[in-house]
């Protein structure tokens, strides 16, 4: 073979090393475009999962216990709040935390909160249920030793520490002193 053969052979080869270089560049950013596609479109279909809680305020708070039907009664403030938010049709699930006076613990009726509710039954701290499923705990609540609770629900014949199911409603007392602790939940849809 020629000198001026040799140099075109390699001249070639060396071409053909860069063709291949920039094809699995080209590739890798035809892939990426691909993929970056199809993340688009997958969260634009809500195929991502539903958001997180969300805090809400006292103003919050009392338009949604308003919505339930449930009154908080008197000397009972507004501690705090969470919304489980729903991606697409339904009402979000809730759940908030009012602080009162440690002698409404078994003076308070299931009436004095609403005309809905069950009256009130025992159950222990440790068996409180939460909508769907969330911890109560990330509201404060508190169960001393030996402390228990009472629950009194939208929907009666209900196991107390049965979970609050869909649709349903439910205000739960717990003493931890020097306070009671009143929690309106609501299962959303």
């Not at 020629?2 to 699995?24: H, I, L, N, P, V």
């Not at 949604?64 to 000397?75: A, F």
Request: net charge negative; charged share 20%.
């Amino acid at each position: 073979m020629s000198r001026s053969g040799f140099d075109t052979c390699r001249a070639c080869f060396y071409q053909g090393r860069e063709m291949a270089r920039f094809g699995r560049v080209r590739s890798g950013v035809v892939a990426l475009a691909v993929v970056l596609c199809a993340v688009m479109l997958a969260s634009a279909c809500g195929f991502q999962e539903p958001p997180s809680r969300k805090s809400i305020d006292a103003d919050d708070a009392a338009d949604r216990v308003e919505q339930r039907s449930v009154h908080v009664p008197g000397g009972f403030e507004f501690s705090q709040g969470f919304v489980w938010p729903v991606n697409s049709v339904g009402s979000s699930a809730f759940a908030i935390r009012y602080d009162g006076p440690a002698g409404q613990f078994r003076t308070l009726r299931a009436a004095d909160g609403s005309g809905v509710l069950s009256e009130f039954e025992d159950l222990p701290c440790a068996s409180i249920p939460s909508p769907r499923r969330y911890d109560l705990v990330e509201l404060g609540l508190s169960c001393p030793a030996g402390g228990g609770a009472r629950i009194s629900r939208s929907e009666s014949g209900r196991e107390p520490d049965s979970p609050v199911g869909q649709v349903e409603h439910a205000v739960i007392l717990n003493l931890a002193p020097p306070h009671t602790q009143l929690f309106v939940i609501y299962g959303g849809t």
